[in-house]
Protein backbone atom coordinates (compact mmCIF):
# COMPACT_ATOMS: atom_id res chain seq x y z
CA UNK A 1 0.00 0.00 0.00
CA UNK A 2 1.26 3.30 -0.77
CA UNK A 3 2.02 5.67 1.91
CA UNK A 4 -0.88 8.35 3.05
CA UNK A 5 -1.28 11.85 4.27
CA UNK A 6 -2.77 12.85 7.68
CA UNK A 7 -6.03 14.31 5.44
CA UNK A 8 -6.06 10.88 3.71
CA UNK A 9 -5.76 8.86 6.59
CA UNK A 10 -7.82 10.82 8.72
CA UNK A 11 -10.84 10.43 5.82
CA UNK A 12 -9.84 6.44 5.70
CA UNK A 13 -10.60 6.01 9.71
CA UNK A 14 -14.01 7.80 9.63
CA UNK A 15 -15.26 5.74 6.34
CA UNK A 16 -14.22 2.41 8.45
CA UNK A 17 -16.10 3.86 11.32
CA UNK A 18 -19.45 4.89 9.47
CA UNK A 19 -19.27 1.53 7.58
CA UNK A 20 -18.64 -0.39 11.01
CA UNK A 21 -21.98 1.38 12.22
CA UNK A 22 -23.82 -0.98 9.83
CA UNK A 23 -24.22 -5.04 9.91
CA UNK A 24 -24.81 -5.02 6.45
CA UNK A 25 -21.28 -3.19 5.81
CA UNK A 26 -19.57 -5.32 8.28
CA UNK A 27 -17.69 -7.21 5.80
CA UNK A 28 -16.66 -3.69 3.86
CA UNK A 29 -15.65 -2.52 7.10
CA UNK A 30 -13.54 -5.17 8.18
CA UNK A 31 -11.53 -4.65 4.90
CA UNK A 32 -10.97 -0.71 5.16
CA UNK A 33 -10.09 -1.20 8.48
CA UNK A 34 -7.13 -3.36 7.61
CA UNK A 35 -6.49 -0.34 5.07
CA UNK A 36 -6.43 2.28 8.21
CA UNK A 37 -4.18 0.11 10.13
CA UNK A 38 -1.75 -0.20 7.26
CA UNK A 39 -1.87 3.61 6.43
CA UNK A 40 -1.35 4.35 10.26
CA UNK A 41 1.42 1.67 11.14
CA UNK A 42 3.55 3.07 8.33
CA UNK A 43 3.28 6.65 9.89
CA UNK A 44 4.27 5.31 13.28
CA UNK A 45 7.05 3.26 12.22
CA UNK A 46 8.71 6.01 9.67
CA UNK A 47 11.84 7.77 11.03
CA UNK A 48 11.77 10.09 13.73
CA UNK A 49 9.38 10.01 16.90
CA UNK A 50 6.05 8.58 15.72
CA UNK A 51 2.86 11.64 16.44
CA UNK A 52 1.15 10.85 19.20
CA UNK A 53 -2.20 11.28 17.79
CA UNK A 54 -0.89 8.44 14.77
CA UNK A 55 -0.27 6.20 17.76
CA UNK A 56 -3.70 7.48 19.32
CA UNK A 57 -5.35 6.20 16.06
CA UNK A 58 -3.55 3.11 14.87
CA UNK A 59 -4.53 1.68 18.31
CA UNK A 60 -8.16 2.90 18.37
CA UNK A 61 -8.37 1.41 14.91
CA UNK A 62 -6.98 -1.77 16.12
CA UNK A 63 -9.47 -1.73 19.20
CA UNK A 64 -12.21 -1.11 16.97
CA UNK A 65 -11.31 -3.58 14.13
CA UNK A 66 -11.22 -6.08 16.97
CA UNK A 67 -14.48 -5.55 17.99
CA UNK A 68 -15.85 -5.60 14.49
CA UNK A 69 -14.17 -8.95 14.48
CA UNK A 70 -15.76 -10.31 17.36
CA UNK A 71 -19.31 -8.79 16.31
CA UNK A 72 -18.87 -11.02 13.07
CA UNK A 73 -18.51 -14.52 14.89
CA UNK A 74 -14.65 -14.28 14.10
CA UNK A 75 -13.94 -13.30 18.27
CA UNK A 76 -10.32 -15.50 18.24
CA UNK A 77 -9.36 -13.46 15.53
CA UNK A 78 -10.07 -10.22 17.33
CA UNK A 79 -7.74 -10.98 20.37
CA UNK A 80 -4.70 -9.85 18.74
CA UNK A 81 -5.73 -6.52 17.20
CA UNK A 82 -7.03 -5.61 20.82
CA UNK A 83 -4.54 -7.14 22.69
CA UNK A 84 -1.95 -4.79 20.44
CA UNK A 85 -4.38 -1.54 21.08
CA UNK A 86 -3.99 -1.96 24.81
CA UNK A 87 -0.38 -2.12 24.56
CA UNK A 88 -0.06 0.96 22.36
CA UNK A 89 -2.69 2.80 24.74
CA UNK A 90 -0.70 1.93 27.71
CA UNK A 91 2.52 3.43 25.85
CA UNK A 92 0.41 6.64 24.95
CA UNK A 93 -0.67 7.12 28.69
CA UNK A 94 2.54 6.39 30.07
CA UNK A 95 3.99 9.34 27.66
CA UNK A 96 1.50 11.46 28.67
CA UNK A 97 1.44 10.84 32.25
CA UNK A 98 4.97 11.41 32.69
CA UNK A 99 4.34 14.67 31.35
CA UNK A 100 3.01 15.44 33.94
CA UNK A 101 -0.39 16.95 35.18
CA UNK A 102 -3.61 16.93 36.65
CA UNK A 103 -4.88 12.51 36.52
CA UNK A 104 -8.41 14.42 36.58
CA UNK A 105 -7.86 16.61 33.40
CA UNK A 106 -7.47 16.12 29.96
CA UNK A 107 -5.23 15.23 28.40
CA UNK A 108 -4.46 12.59 30.96
CA UNK A 109 -8.29 11.17 31.93
CA UNK A 110 -8.76 10.92 28.35
CA UNK A 111 -5.60 8.67 27.96
CA UNK A 112 -6.08 6.72 31.12
CA UNK A 113 -10.27 5.94 30.05
CA UNK A 114 -9.36 4.37 26.54
CA UNK A 115 -6.73 2.31 27.97
CA UNK A 116 -8.90 0.90 30.51
CA UNK A 117 -11.96 0.79 28.17
CA UNK A 118 -9.61 -0.48 25.28
CA UNK A 119 -9.04 -3.36 28.50
CA UNK A 120 -12.68 -3.71 29.12
CA UNK A 121 -13.52 -4.34 25.41
CA UNK A 122 -10.89 -6.64 25.20
CA UNK A 123 -12.17 -8.78 28.04
CA UNK A 124 -15.80 -9.02 26.24
CA UNK A 125 -14.30 -9.94 23.27
CA UNK A 126 -12.71 -12.90 25.41
CA UNK A 127 -15.53 -13.83 26.64
CA UNK A 128 -17.11 -14.20 22.74
CA UNK A 129 -14.05 -15.95 21.73
CA UNK A 130 -14.63 -19.23 24.85
CA UNK A 131 -12.23 -17.68 27.21
CA UNK A 132 -14.00 -16.48 30.70
CA UNK A 133 -10.86 -16.97 32.44
CA UNK A 134 -9.07 -14.40 30.14
CA UNK A 135 -11.69 -12.02 30.61
CA UNK A 136 -11.86 -11.59 34.44
CA UNK A 137 -8.24 -11.46 34.50
CA UNK A 138 -8.38 -8.47 31.96
CA UNK A 139 -11.60 -6.96 33.73
CA UNK A 140 -9.21 -7.22 37.24
CA UNK A 141 -6.22 -5.58 34.94
CA UNK A 142 -8.42 -2.39 34.02
CA UNK A 143 -9.53 -1.92 37.28
CA UNK A 144 -5.94 -2.66 38.49
CA UNK A 145 -5.41 0.27 35.62
CA UNK A 146 -7.40 2.92 36.87
CA UNK A 147 -6.51 2.26 40.67
CA UNK A 148 -3.35 2.70 40.54
CA UNK A 149 -3.48 5.84 38.61
CA UNK A 150 -5.90 7.38 40.45
CA UNK A 151 -6.20 5.96 44.17
CA UNK A 152 -9.99 6.50 44.50
CA UNK A 153 -12.41 6.27 41.53
CA UNK A 154 -14.25 9.50 42.69
CA UNK A 155 -10.85 11.35 41.91
CA UNK A 156 -10.71 10.79 38.99
CA UNK A 157 -11.40 12.64 35.99
CA UNK A 158 -15.56 11.86 34.02
CA UNK A 159 -13.55 10.25 31.25
CA UNK A 160 -12.46 7.76 33.31
CA UNK A 161 -15.14 7.50 36.42
CA UNK A 162 -17.35 6.19 33.51
CA UNK A 163 -14.86 3.71 32.13
CA UNK A 164 -14.73 2.04 35.91
CA UNK A 165 -18.16 1.71 36.00
CA UNK A 166 -18.12 -0.30 33.04
CA UNK A 167 -15.64 -1.62 34.35
CA UNK A 168 -16.58 -2.81 37.78
CA UNK A 169 -20.05 -3.66 35.80
CA UNK A 170 -18.42 -6.03 33.86
CA UNK A 171 -16.49 -7.22 36.39
CA UNK A 172 -19.43 -8.15 38.61
CA UNK A 173 -21.09 -9.98 35.25
CA UNK A 174 -17.90 -12.23 34.69
CA UNK A 175 -18.05 -12.91 38.60
CA UNK A 176 -21.67 -13.48 38.85
CA UNK A 177 -20.92 -15.86 35.14
CA UNK A 178 -18.06 -17.73 37.21
CA UNK A 179 -20.50 -18.45 39.84
CA UNK A 180 -23.35 -19.77 38.14
CA UNK A 181 -21.93 -22.19 35.82
CA UNK A 182 -18.66 -23.41 38.42
CA UNK A 183 -20.82 -22.58 41.91
CA UNK A 184 -18.32 -21.83 44.53
CA UNK A 185 -18.32 -20.82 48.31
CA UNK A 186 -20.88 -17.62 48.95
CA UNK A 187 -17.53 -15.20 48.65
CA UNK A 188 -17.78 -15.63 45.08
CA UNK A 189 -20.83 -13.59 44.94
CA UNK A 190 -20.06 -11.38 47.76
CA UNK A 191 -17.15 -10.10 45.38
CA UNK A 192 -19.33 -9.61 42.63
CA UNK A 193 -21.80 -7.76 45.08
CA UNK A 194 -18.74 -5.33 45.94
CA UNK A 195 -17.75 -4.72 42.28
CA UNK A 196 -21.67 -4.06 41.20
CA UNK A 197 -21.64 -1.53 44.60
CA UNK A 198 -18.55 0.41 43.21
CA UNK A 199 -20.35 -0.07 39.77
CA UNK A 200 -23.89 1.90 41.17
CA UNK A 201 -21.35 4.39 43.21
CA UNK A 202 -19.91 5.72 40.34
CA UNK A 203 -22.90 5.32 37.89
CA UNK A 204 -25.18 7.48 40.19
CA UNK A 205 -22.80 10.17 40.11
CA UNK A 206 -22.92 10.55 36.70
CA UNK A 207 -26.25 9.95 36.16
CA UNK A 208 -27.61 13.01 33.64
CA UNK A 209 -31.16 13.06 32.55
CA UNK A 210 -30.09 14.92 28.90
CA UNK A 211 -27.41 11.79 28.29
CA UNK A 212 -30.56 8.73 28.25
CA UNK A 213 -27.19 6.33 27.87
CA UNK A 214 -26.23 7.29 31.53
CA UNK A 215 -29.71 6.25 32.71
CA UNK A 216 -29.37 3.19 30.76
CA UNK A 217 -26.32 2.45 32.23
CA UNK A 218 -27.20 3.01 35.94
CA UNK A 219 -30.61 0.80 35.31
CA UNK A 220 -28.37 -2.70 33.67
CA UNK A 221 -25.99 -2.13 37.00
CA UNK A 222 -29.16 -2.31 39.13
CA UNK A 223 -30.23 -5.20 37.49
CA UNK A 224 -26.67 -7.06 38.29
CA UNK A 225 -26.86 -5.68 41.61
CA UNK A 226 -30.44 -6.56 43.03
CA UNK A 227 -30.05 -9.81 41.76
CA UNK A 228 -26.07 -10.35 43.66
CA UNK A 229 -28.15 -8.77 46.90
CA UNK A 230 -30.80 -11.29 46.16
CA UNK A 231 -28.15 -14.35 45.94
CA UNK A 232 -26.12 -13.36 49.19
CA UNK A 233 -29.92 -12.80 51.46
CA UNK A 234 -29.75 -9.05 51.35
CA UNK A 235 -33.32 -9.39 49.97
CA UNK A 236 -34.42 -5.75 51.59
CA UNK A 237 -31.61 -3.93 49.91
CA UNK A 238 -32.38 -5.77 46.64
CA UNK A 239 -35.85 -5.14 46.80
CA UNK A 240 -34.60 -1.05 46.95
CA UNK A 241 -32.41 -1.62 44.29
CA UNK A 242 -34.90 -3.08 42.05
CA UNK A 243 -37.55 -0.46 42.80
CA UNK A 244 -34.89 2.44 41.85
CA UNK A 245 -33.61 0.06 38.83
CA UNK A 246 -37.40 -0.14 37.22
CA UNK A 247 -38.13 3.47 37.95
CA UNK A 248 -35.46 4.54 35.01
CA UNK A 249 -36.62 1.93 33.07
CA UNK A 250 -40.30 3.61 33.25
CA UNK A 251 -38.04 6.98 32.42
CA UNK A 252 -36.93 5.29 29.14
CA UNK A 253 -39.45 3.15 28.17
CA UNK A 254 -38.88 0.94 24.75
CA UNK A 255 -35.29 1.49 24.94
CA UNK A 256 -34.11 -0.07 28.21
CA UNK A 257 -35.41 -3.32 27.17
CA UNK A 258 -32.15 -5.42 28.42
CA UNK A 259 -31.76 -3.33 31.04
CA UNK A 260 -35.57 -4.13 32.21
CA UNK A 261 -34.48 -7.83 31.41
CA UNK A 262 -31.69 -8.11 33.81
CA UNK A 263 -34.27 -6.20 36.13
CA UNK A 264 -36.93 -9.13 35.59
CA UNK A 265 -34.76 -12.19 36.16
CA UNK A 266 -33.71 -10.17 39.63
CA UNK A 267 -37.17 -9.97 40.64
CA UNK A 268 -37.70 -13.57 40.05
CA UNK A 269 -34.65 -14.35 41.99
CA UNK A 270 -35.51 -12.15 44.84
CA UNK A 271 -38.86 -13.73 45.13
CA UNK A 272 -37.56 -17.03 45.07
CA UNK A 273 -35.52 -16.02 48.14
CA UNK A 274 -38.18 -14.36 49.82
CA UNK A 275 -40.32 -17.10 49.58
CA UNK A 276 -37.58 -19.18 50.78
CA UNK A 277 -36.84 -17.32 53.92
CA UNK A 278 -40.75 -17.03 54.71
CA UNK A 279 -40.68 -20.78 54.52
CA UNK A 280 -37.69 -21.13 56.52
CA UNK A 281 -39.37 -18.70 59.11
CA UNK A 282 -42.36 -21.09 59.36
CA UNK A 283 -40.66 -24.14 59.85
CA UNK A 284 -38.79 -22.56 62.81
CA UNK A 285 -42.43 -21.22 64.56
CA UNK A 286 -43.48 -24.94 64.37
CA UNK A 287 -40.76 -26.05 66.28
Known amino acids: ?82 GEAVAIFERVYDAVAAEGGNVAAPPRD ?35 VGLTAVGAPPSAGP ?53 PLSLWEMANTYGVYARCLAMIGDTDRAAVVLALGNRLVELLGPAAEQPAQNLRVAAELLGREEAAAGSRRFRWRRR
Not at 54 to 69: E, I, K, T
Not at 118 to 135: H, I, K, N, S, Y
Open 159 to 211: RTREAMGTAYHNQATALLHRHLTRPSSVDGVREATLAASRACELRQALLDPAR
Open 110 to 144: DALAELITALVDLAEVAFAAGQPATRRELLDRAVA
Open 1 to 82: MRDVGPDERGKLFEQARELSRRQATWAEADRVWGRVIDAYRRAVDGPGQPDRRDQQQLARALWRHGMLLSARGRAGQGMAPG
